[in-house]
Structures are given as structure tokens and as C-alpha cells.
């Protein structure tokens, strides 16, 4: 009792202690806030309210306080148990196999907590191909939890049944054959199916079967740090290009002097257009360093390389009003991401991808866009400029 | 340094009796300088490298708060930050150049500092000679040089942050053509050479050492220490030394290519590139085949900070769950399968990068192939456990809870390595969730669980277990709060490596769940303080420790608690079985153990001196329980002798 009283005594010391800190923590505060309103007043800075300010300070206060709190009892508190009270090891096994338990449990809620909370941001996919991934995920997911549910309840509940206690012996069970065969051979059938499941699907992703449409091509070329898009506009044909031809107005180095390239469409704004139900073929560049050209609404995930293009097949099953509707959720986009670090704002290169009904509404859209040769009349220009660098 | 005082008299107590004529040799000759410095004992080699790792593992993790809490609240100013970084974070804001220099760093220093040189280099270190009887790494002299390799890298790394553009920042896989043209960003300069330069070292430092345990382990083991009665620790560090050696020499071609291609103009990984308005010369190059060399390093290298913790929690595991690993032989051959096969998976990293897609299929195979051996090992540590008598050990609830995330991060590696699961998944939170809690959490945790084990073999005393309780608590829900939730994330879309979550409408919707991992971090990384408080005051201020404090049955626990040259007095002891003879029904219910050195005669003898708490040549002279009886005075055994070696200046040799 003593001891405990002592312990007590010592954390409520500590307590004591870290609350005197709390002054020295405000000032941080208040220097905090002051430096927001300083940079609220710059008209560069973006805006930051002093409301967040505020919230967080109060959230690192209070956390930084209850963390000191907590240690320094803590500390404390064990260090005077080892001093005045030593407990036998056999009592202290007795205490972490209960812990193991009432751990087992708060982490089986906490799993749970998560799943039934955080799956529903989870994508399933809106594309052909992205559909026969998530089938796969789904026979995987069923197996890992599966394993995942009996080896962890199996850990936990030994942890627990065997502590030590007094007179318990061990086993002696240094091996059996069948068992290690048994536990060998069902890992490897399982695996087996996950893949062959994976195998099939692989050929799907990298040979869709696209019905005999010819997809809509679209270029997409990464630089640092955007998503520079094109279409081959009427003719269905992209344009050459070369990278001795790139030039701050000519982004893609489209060869003027290719026929294909005339009525090619350089997108202005950051928006892919296609179309439902329609294969799109992603043609993809990279300028400088590598990008990775990620669409995660349509399992689309591609590295951009420079000096070797890449490609990725696809065909979306929704359109971007259907998407909307479903999601209730107006301002819905599907997303382009960059998923390979390009450097400092990698973070931020997006692009909308704009998922149309059906081919008319492509049509109307892609016929009020400008053409290349409408953009880049002098395009001969910057070629002989490229040469003559080199 | 009254600690260390302390034991110098403990030495001349114990060496009294037998060997009292020895006294005035030894220590007395050792300078500072050689005992703890150039140090070529190997277990004062392996304390330089944990404390050494360890004070890495610090700035590492105190980095992961500093991007966490960028993370949790980007933008907002915290002025501790400025005081903290400076110029790094203008007005208390991280700078997002900076940001991923942290990233990179922290990835560094915890592959290859904290969880390669730091655990391998630690225990491979102490425990290859204790383990198998040797009285020293092969050669002393490199082992020593291996240390201060890696000590000089350290330095390297550490320095790179003094530079004027900051320390690399493209990742710790350096992919060109990002880390190869120092205009792309800041963290290509300079601090990118830094880190060329660092990692070179780094490898001479670990080929160095790997070749030395290897040849530990196949020339120097005791008598009857059989290859089939050698520990899993042994078997985990041999495997992982030859992963090193055959790995390692790979990236350092990738890396020597990469200083050609930034700094004399080749091409090899570049070609086509136009950056910031103007066209490069280079042609022909291929970032692809960096990342073919990268992989064929990094992936063994997973398997090399993974396969000692491994080693580690088995032995702890048999040790206190006081039963025989579940079969050995299975659990030495998934580690050879494991080594084997950890070849031929890289290609898993490249599903996307638009490798041939025939090659994709292959290395499907062989990464699920890769899971049978994982799995047989999870298995076998649950059997093991079954039926135990499992006692509590801080280093035993460590093992407990490697197991733990050694299925919870194992099992998503089945998404990642199937080629069209990876598609949605590569590069977001998901891989993040994956190789934090598979290789970055389960192997910090073999390591403390190693820490916890052997430190009375280190310092000769015992760590207050209380604090390590604690410690584990804290870390292992802390570990489980931090990186389960990133699965989800990750499956939501949201990549790595991004500076905030603000611009995608895929990514702001985690903004509350950022908070709450940047908090469970904070206290994770706030529960190793406890840690590093429990280890340095356990070490010069713990209860002496007793010859063998948890009745292991290890060839180690038989040399004297004090440090000697040489490690035991005498002759080394001869094997008579494995080191895995816990409760064994014919003792019962005599004792639950039966140390690996001692002999069936003995046994019968009915004197079971390993028993007793105090070192055991305390009982020479008692008659027939003793081991270096045998043959007191041999010539090649006596510390008289190695001490006398040691000052012409060979090596200590059996
Ligand atoms: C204190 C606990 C830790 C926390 C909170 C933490 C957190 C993180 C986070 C959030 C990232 C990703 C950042 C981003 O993508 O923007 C990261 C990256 C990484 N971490 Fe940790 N980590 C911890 C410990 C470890 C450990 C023990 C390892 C050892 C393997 C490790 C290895 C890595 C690696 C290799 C990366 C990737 C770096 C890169 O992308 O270049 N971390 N860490
Ligand atoms: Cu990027
Ligand atoms: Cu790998």
C-alpha cells in the first residue's frame, strides 16, 4: 500500500511539474498565433485561419501535457515497484498473459473499429479491367482474413493460456512430420489458386479483350509538375513527336510537319475527356524524370519513363454523372494522380478525368477545342532551334 | 566510468582462485583507446554498433514525427519548427523540398542503419563467437575496420543535412532520373553525392563484416557444434551474411553507374530528358535497369533486416516458452528457402514500371512462392508456443509481438507481390502499412527483443524489466495504431511520398485519420525513450547479472558474466546437442532445461551446477559439474595466452 501511495505521490509530483510547463507551452502558442496572423497578413501566404491555429494548439497542448503526465507517472511508478517490490517472475507472466488478452481484444476492436469505419472511402473499380482486379481482391481478401483471423486468435489465446503458472510444465514437442507437411502443403494449394487467379487476371490487365473497338488514344507526358494531355483529335491518329522538338510552346514536341499531327488537341485545361463503355489507351511520356500516371477509380497505374513510353489499357464502366449520383456527391471527380516521386510538388499534380455518356458528348466537347497547328502556327520554327542546340 | 571500475574488481575476484597469476596481464596493458575505441573484441565491436544504431534509430524516428505532424496539419505554422530547421521551415511550415528529405533520410537510416548494421552487425557480432565457441570473429582486425566504415557512413548521412540544399530527397530507392540530375530538385545536389558517398561506405563496412561472420560460422565452431546444432540465431545471421555478400556488390555497381551518369556525363540510366528548358545529350540510357540493379539489392535486403529478427524471437521464444523450437529443421530450411528465393522476386517492385509484362508473370510466381516459407515459420512459432510455459521476459513479449506483425504485414504481401492486386496498390499507403509493420516494425521488434535477451551477456547486468514492460505496451499498440489505418488509405487511393493530403479529393477526406496516426506516433516514438532511459541506467547503474538469467540452455550463457578477450576461461566448452532441450520428460520435473555444453556424464553425475545463479568455474575444484576443469591450463586457452597474442599483435586463434 505503501509503495503504491508512494508511487502516487511521486506522479502527482510529476503532475504537478509538467503543469508548471504549461505557461512555456502557451507563450509557444501565442507565438504561434501570432506567426499565423503575421502570415495571414502576406499576400502570397495561403490562408490559414487562426481558428486551426487555435484548435491545434490546444490539441498539442493538451497532448504534450497528458503524454508528459502519463510517462513521467509512469516512470515512476515502475521504478518504485522495483525498489520496494519485487515480483516473481511467475506473477509477472500471469500479468502480461492477461494483458495479452485484454490487448488481443481492444486491438480485435480497434481492427474492427476500422473496418466498419475507414472501407468506405475503399475503390472498387469503374473500369473492365479494374472489376476483374477487385474479384481477385475479393478471394484474397476472404483467404488473408481468414488466416489472418485464426493465426492471430490462435497467437493471443496461447499467450494467454500458457503463461506461467505454478506447477504448468511444458510439452516437449520438438517436432512432428505430418503436421509440418500438412502446414506446408496448405499454404502452397492456396497460393496455387491466388496464382493462377493472379496469372489470368494479369493477362487481362495487359491484353484486354476490347470487343474489336479501337480504343481512344490519348497521350498523357509528365513533367515536373503537371499532366500535359493529348488527343488525336478527328483523325483518330496522334502526331510524332520527338524530344529534341520540346519546347516551352510546343510541351508535347509534336512534329508539325506530320500530317497526323495537324488536328491533334493539346488540352488546355487539366481534363481528360472520354467516353463510357468506350477502351481508352493511354500513351505515356515523361520529360524529365519519372512520373507514374495513376487513375485509382479505374485500377489504372503506370510509370511514366523517360525515353521509353509506356501504355495502359482501359475501359471505364461509369460515366462521371452516373458516378455522381451514386456517390451523391456533386462535386465528384475522378481523379489523376502522380504516383511516382517527382520531386518537391509531387503531391500536386492533378488532373480531372472526365468520364462522357456516350460518343456525342466527347464530340461536342473535343470540337470546341483548338487544334494543334491553331496553336503552334511557327512550329517549324523551334525544331531547326532544337537542332541547332544540340 | 564507476561501473565500469566495478567490474575491473569483479575480474580480479573471480579470477582469483585459478588464475590468480593472470592478474597482472590484461586489462592493465589495454589503453582507452584499444578497449574502447579501436576495440577488435567482437563484443565490444557490437555494443559500437548498437549504440551506434541506436542513436541513428533516434534521429530517424524523430524525423517521422516531424513529417507526421506536417501531415496531420499541413500548413499550419509551428514555431518550434523554424526554431528546430530554420530555413527549412519558413514561418514554423515544413518545407515540402524538406518534407521529402525527411522521408528519405528516415527511410535510410532505418533500412540500412538502424535495421541492417545496427541489428545484423550487433548480434551477429556478440553472439556468432559466443554461440558457436569461438573465441573471436576470424579476423578481429576487419571486423573492427567494419565498424568504423559504418561509423564514418554514419557521420556522411548526418552531415548531408548541413549542406546548403539539404540531404537527398528523392526517396531512399534513388531512383534516376531525379537522383541523377542534381537540378531536378534540391535534394539531388549535393546532399545526394553525400548520400552516394555515405552508402558506399556503408556497404564496404557491411561486406566487410558479412564476409567475417561467414567465415566465423564455417571455420570456427566449437567441438560438437555441428551445423545441424547450430542456434536459429546463427543459421538467421550466416544466411543474412551471404544474402549481404551477394547482394550488396550489385547496388554498388547501381550506385557507381549513377555517380558516372551525375558527374562524367555517361548515360546508362538516362536518356530523352528535357528538363527546365533544355534538352539533355544523353541518349540510350534506361531508368528501368536502375531499378532492376536496385531491387536485386533491395529485396535480399528486406530478408537481411528481417531474417535475424527472425532468428532472435526463435531462440527467445524456445527459451521462455520452455519447449523446443518447433521443428528446427523446418525452420532452417524456410530461411534457406527464404535466402534462395529472395533472389528471384525483385521484379514485384516493377510490376508497373512497364517491364515486360512476361516478366511480371514470373516473378508473380516466385514472390507467392516465397510465402510457403513465411508461412511454415508462422506456424512453427505458434506451435512452439502451444503447450508452453511462457514466461514473460520484456524480451519475450517482444518475440510475442513480432509474431504478431509478422502475420498481419506477411499477409498483405500476397496483395502487393500478385502482379494485377499491386496495380491499384503500388506506391500509396498501402505499401506503407505493409513494409512498416512486416519489416520496419516486426524487426525493430527482434531487435529489442535481442536487446532485452543479451544484455547481461553485454554489460554484465540486467535491464529494469519493468520499464521494458512498458516499453513494449506502448510500442506494440502504438505500432498497431500507426500503420493498420494506413492500409485503408492506401486502398482508397492516396499515394506515398506526398507532401500533404490537401489537393486531391481522394486524399483531404483522411485529414481526422492523419491526426490520430501523427498522435499514436508520438507516443510510440515518446515509449523509446523509456527505452533509451532503461538501457543506459541498466548499464552502468543495473543489478549485476546472474552466469545465465534465463536458464537458456545457449553455448553463450556458459562464458563468464565479465568481458574477457577470448571469451572463456579455459577450454572452450564442447556441444553435445542442440541449444533447444527445454523441458525434457526425462528430467522432469527436476529442471526444465539442459544447456547445449553439457555432457550426458555430467548429466548423470546428477550435479546440475547450470542451475546455480552464480558463474559456474565458481564450482571448479567442486568436482564433477564443471567445464574448463578439463584442461585448465592449455596452452591455447588461458586468457595469459591470448593476452600475450594480443600485444605481438596476431589474433586470438583457436
Ligand atoms: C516511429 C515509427 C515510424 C513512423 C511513424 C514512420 C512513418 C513513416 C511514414 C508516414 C512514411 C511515409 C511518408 C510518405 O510516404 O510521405 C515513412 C516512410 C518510410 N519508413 Fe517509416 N516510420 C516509422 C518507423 C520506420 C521503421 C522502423 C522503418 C524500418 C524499416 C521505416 C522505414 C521507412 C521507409 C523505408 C520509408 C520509405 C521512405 C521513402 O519513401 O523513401 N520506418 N515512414
Ligand atoms: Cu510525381
Ligand atoms: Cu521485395
Known amino acids: 500500500m505503501k509503495i503504491v501511495q508512494k508511487g502516487w505521490g511521486w506522479g502527482l509530483a510529476a503532475a504537478l511539474l509538467a503543469l508548471s510547463f504549461a505557461p512555456a507551452l502557451g507563450q509557444l502558442g501565442e507565438e504561434a498565433r501570432k506567426r499565423a496572423a503575421e502570415i495571414a497578413a502576406e499576400p502570397t501566404s495561403s490562408a490559414i485561419t487562426a481558428e486551426a491555429v487555435k484548435d491545434l494548439e490546444s490539441w498539442v497542448i493538451t497532448l504534450a501535457g497528458i503524454v508528459l503526465i502519463l510517462v513521467l507517472i509512469a516512470?515512476?511508478?515502475?521504478?518504485?515497484?522495483?525498489?520496494?517490490?519485487?515480483?516473481?517472475?511467475?506473477?509477472?507472466?500471469?500479468?502480461?498473459?492477461?494483458?495479452?488478452?485484454?490487448?488481443?481484444?481492444?486491438?480485435?476492436?480497434?481492427?474492427?473499429?476500422?473496418?466498419?469505419?475507414?472501407?468506405?472511402?475503399?475503390?472498387?473499380?469503374d473500369s473492365v479491367h479494374g472489376q476483374k482486379i477487385d474479384s481477385l481482391f475479393t478471394v484474397t481478401?476472404?483467404?488473408?482474413?481468414?488466416?489472418?483471423?485464426?493465426?492471430?486468435?490462435?497467437?493471443?489465446?496461447?499467450?494467454?493460456?500458457?503463461?506461467?503458472?505454478?506447477?504448468?510444465?511444458?510439452?516437449?514437442?520438438?517436432?512432428?512430420?505430418?503436421?509440418?507437411?500438412?502446414?506446408?502443403?496448405?499454404?502452397?494449394?492456396?497460393?496455387?489458386?491466388?496464382?493462377?487467379?493472379?496469372?489470368?487476371?494479369?493477362?487481362?490487365?495487359?491484353?484486354?479483350?476490347?470487343?474489336?473497338?479501337?480504343?481512344?488514344?490519348?497521350?498523357?507526358?509528365?513533367?515536373?509538375?503537371?499532366?500535359?494531355?493529348?488527343?488525336?483529335?478527328?483523325?483518330?491518329?496522334l502526331g510524332k513527336h520527338g524530344f529534341k522538338l520540346l519546347t516551352a510552346t510546343n510541351p508535347h514536341g509534336v512534329d508539325s510537319s506530320d500530317v497526323n499531327a495537324k488536328d491533334d488537341v493539346i488540352a488546355s485545361a487539366k481534363e481528360i475527356h472520354i467516353v463510357k463503355n468506350k477502351p481508352v489507351l493511354f500513351k505515356v511520356r515523361a520529360k524529365d524524370v519519372l512520373h507514374g500516371v495513376y487513375a485509382p477509380h479505374f485500377h489504372v497505374n503506370i510509370y511514366a519513363v523517360p525515353g521509353m513510353p509506356t501504355q495502359f489499357n482501359f475501359t471505364p464502366t461509369k460515366s462521371t454523372a452516373e458516378a455522381r449520383k451514386e456517390r451523391e456527391n456533386e462535386k465528384f471527380n475522378y481523379e489523376l494522380l502522380c504516383s511516382q516521386l517527382c520531386g518537391s510538388s509531387h503531391f500536386n499534380m492533378r488532373a480531372v478525368i472526365i468520364v462522357h455518356e456516350n460518343e456525342k458528348e466527347l464530340n461536342d466537347w473535343m470540337s470546341k477545342q483548338a487544334t494543334f497547328i491553331k496553336n503552334e502556327p511557327a512550329s517549324t520554327e523551334p525544331e531547326s532551334k532544337a537542332t541547332a542546340q544540340l | 566510468m564507476s561501473a565500469e571500475h566495478a567490474l575491473h574488481t569483479d575480474v580480479h575476484v573471480h579470477t582469483h582462485g585459478d588464475h590468480g597469476h593472470h592478474d597482472d596481464h590484461g586489462h592493465h596493458k589495454e589503453t582507452f583507446l584499444t578497449k574502447y575505441i579501436f576495440s577488435q573484441d567482437h563484443k565490444m565491436i557490437s555494443k559500437q554498433f548498437l549504440i551506434t544504431g541506436m542513436i541513428m534509430g533516434f534521429i530517424g524516428g524523430i524525423m517521422s514525427v516531424l513529417f507526421r505532424l506536417q501531415l496531420a496539419w499541413p500548413g499550419t505554422p509551428l514555431p518550434f519548427m523554424e526554431g528546430l530547421l530554420g530555413k527549412w521551415a519558413p514561418g514554423g511550415v515544413l518545407d515540402p523540398n524538406f518534407y521529402m528529405a525527411l522521408v528519405t533520410i528516415h527511410g535510410t537510416i532505418?533500412?540500412?542503419?538502424?535495421?541492417?548494421?545496427?541489428?545484423?552487425?550487433?548480434?551477429?557480432?556478440?553472439?556468432?563467437?559466443?554461440?558457436?565457441?569461438?573465441?573471436?570473429?576470424?579476423?578481429?582486425?576487419?571486423?573492427?575496420?567494419?565498424?568504423?566504415?559504418?561509423?564514418?557512413?554514419?557521420?556522411?548521412?548526418?552531415i548531408s543535412f548541413f549542406v546548403e540544399t539539404g540531404p537527398a530527397a528523392v526517396g531512399w530507392t534513388i531512383y534516376p532520373p531525379l537522383s541523377a540530375l542534381p537540378k531536378a530538385m534540391p535534394g539531388a545536389g549535393l546532399g545526394m553525392t553525400l548520400w552516394l558517398v555515405s552508402m558506399t561506405l556503408f556497404i564496404i563496412s557491411s561486406l566487410m563484416g558479412a564476409l567475417n561472420y561467414i567465415v566465423t560460422v564455417l571455420n570456427m565452431r566449437t567441438k560438437g557444434m555441428s551445423m545441424s546444432r547450430l542456434p536459429l540465431t546463427v543459421w538467421a545471421f550466416f544466411l543474412t551474411a551471404i544474402l549481404g555478400v551477394l547482394s550488396f556488390p550489385v547496388l554498388v555497381s547501381a550506385v557507381v553507374m549513377l555517380i558516372f551518369d551525375r558527374s562524367l556525363g555517361t548515360s546508362f540510366y538516362l536518356s530523352e530528358i528535357y528538363l527546365q528548358g533544355v534538352a539533355l545529350p544523353n541518349q540510350g540510357g534506361s531508368p528501368i535497369l536502375f531499378m532492376h540493379l536496385f531491387w536485386f539489392l533491395g529485396h535480399p535486403e528486406v530478408y537481411i533486416i528481417l531474417m535475424p529478427a527472425l532468428g532472435i524471437t526463435s531462440d527467445i521464444i524456445a527459451t521462455n516458452a520452455r519447449k523446443p523450437i518447433f521443428g528446427y529443421k523446418a525452420m532452417v530450411f524456410s530461411l534457406l528457402g527464404i535466402s534462395f528465393l529472395s533472389f528471384i522476386v525483385w521484379g514485384h517492385h516493377m510490376f508497373v514500371s512497364g517491364m515486360n509484362p512476361l516478366l511480371g508473370t514470373i516473378f508473380v510466381i516466385m514472390t507467392l512462392i516465397i510465402a510457403v516459407p513465411s508461412a511454415v515459420k508462422t506456424f512453427n512459432y505458434l506451435a512452439t508456443l502451444w503447450k508452453g510455459n511462457i514466461r514473460y521476459t520484456p524480451a519475450m513479449l517482444f518475440s510475442v509481438g513480432l509474431v504478431s506483425l509478422f502475420i498481419s504485414g506477411g499477409l498483405t504481401g500476397l496483395y502487393l507481390g500478385n502482379g494485377p492486386l499491386d496495380v491499384p496498390l503500388h506506391?500509396?499507403?498501402?505499401?506503407?502499412?505493409?513494409?512498416?509493420?512486416?519489416?520496419?516494425?516486426?524487426?525493430?521488434?527482434?531487435?529489442?527483443?535481442?536487446?532485452?535477451?543479451?544484455?547481461?551477456?553485454?554489460?554484465?547486468?540486467?535491464?529494469?524489466?519493468?520499464?521494458g514492460y512498458a516499453h513494449f505496451w506502448l510500442t506494440f499498440i502504438s505500432a498497431y495504431f500507426v500503420f493498420f489505418p494506413m492500409h485503408f488509405i492506401g486502398l482508397a487511393g492516396v499515394p506515398r511520398r506526398y507532401y500533404a493530403f490537401t489537393e486531391f479529393d481522394v486524399s483531404s477526406v483522411w485529414m481526422d485519420l492523419n491526426v490520430f496516426i501523427t498522435i499514436s506516433a508520438i507516443v510510440g516514438v515518446g515509449a523509446q525513450f523509456i527505452?533509451?532511459?532503461?538501457?543506459?541506467?541498466?548499464?552502468?547503474?543495473?543489478?549485476?547479472?546472474?552466469?545465465?538469467?534465463?536458464?537458456?540452455?545457449?553455448?553463450?550463457?556458459?562464458?563468464?558474466?565479465?568481458?574477457?578477450?577470448?571469451?572463456?576461461?579455459?577450454?572452450?566448452?564442447?556441444?553435445?546437442?542442440?541449444?533447444?532441450?527445454?523441458?525434457?520428460?526425462?528430467?522432469?520435473?527436476?529442471?526444465?532445461?539442459?544447456?547445449?555444453?553439457?555432457?550426458?556424464?555430467?548429466?548423470?553425475?546428477?550435479?546440475?551446477?547450470?542451475?546455480?545463479?552464480?558463474?559456474?568455474?565458481?564450482?571448479?575444484g567442486g568436482g564433477g559439474g564443471e567445464i574448463h576443469e578439463h584442461q585448465p591450463h592449455s596452452p591455447v586457452a588461458t586468457p595469459e595466452l591470448v593476452h600475450r597474442k594480443d600485444e605481438e599483435g596476431k589474433e586470438p586463434t583457436v
Open chain 1, 141 to 237: 481478401f476472404v483467404i488473408t482474413m481468414f488466416v489472418f483471423v485464426a493465426t492471430q486468435a490462435a497467437l493471443f489465446t496461447f499467450a494467454f493460456l500458457y503463461r506461467e503458472r505454478p506447477g504448468r510444465k511444458a510439452l516437449y514437442y520438438p517436432d512432428n512430420h505430418t503436421l509440418e507437411y500438412v502446414w506446408t502443403g496448405i499454404p502452397a494449394v492456396t497460393l496455387l489458386i491466388l496464382v493462377g487467379g493472379g496469372l489470368l487476371v494479369w493477362e487481362e490487365v495487359h491484353n484486354p479483350d476490347l470487343g474489336g473497338q479501337k480504343p481512344q488514344e490519348i497521350e498523357l507526358v509528365g513533367e515536373q509538375f503537371q499532366w500535359r494531355i493529348r488527343y488525336p483529335g478527328m483523325d483518330g491518329k
Open chain 2, 427 to 467: 506506391n500509396t499507403y498501402f505499401v506503407v502499412a505493409h513494409f512498416h509493420i512486416v519489416m520496419g516494425a516486426a524487426s525493430i521488434f527482434g531487435m529489442f527483443a535481442g536487446v532485452y535477451h543479451w544484455f547481461p551477456k553485454m554489460f554484465g547486468r540486467m535491464m529494469n524489466p519493468h520499464l
Open chain 1, 75 to 125: 516512470i515512476n511508478r515502475v521504478a518504485s515497484l522495483v525498489e520496494f517490490a519485487p515480483i516473481s517472475q511467475q506473477k509477472t507472466s500471469n500479468i502480461h498473459g492477461w494483458t495479452f488478452l485484454g490487448v488481443g481484444l481492444i486491438l480485435a476492436a480497434f481492427i474492427g473499429y476500422e473496418f466498419m469505419y475507414h472501407t468506405k472511402y475503399h475503390i472498387w473499380a
Open chain 2, 531 to 620: 527505452f533509451a532511459y532503461n538501457f543506459f541506467s541498466s548499464a552502468l547503474t543495473g543489478k549485476r547479472a546472474p552466469q545465465n538469467p534465463w536458464k537458456s540452455n545457449g553455448l553463450e550463457w556458459s562464458a563468464p558474466v565479465e568481458h574477457i578477450h577470448g571469451n572463456w576461461y579455459g577450454e572452450i566448452p564442447t556441444v553435445y546437442r542442440g541449444p533447444y532441450e527445454y523441458s525434457r520428460p526425462d528430467l522432469n520435473p527436476e529442471t526444465d532445461f539442459l544447456p547445449n555444453y553439457v555432457s550426458d556424464e555430467q548429466l548423470r553425475s546428477g550435479l546440475r551446477y547450470w542451475e546455480q545463479d552464480y558463474p559456474y568455474k565458481d564450482v571448479s
Open chain 2, 110 to 158: 532505418m533500412v540500412f542503419f538502424v535495421l541492417t548494421a545496427g541489428l545484423s552487425g550487433t548480434f551477429s557480432n556478440l553472439l556468432i563467437p559466443l554461440q558457436i565457441g569461438a573465441r573471436d570473429m576470424a579476423s578481429p582486425f576487419i571486423n573492427m575496420l567494419s565498424y568504423w566504415f559504418f561509423f564514418t557512413s554514419s557521420v556522411v548521412m548526418v
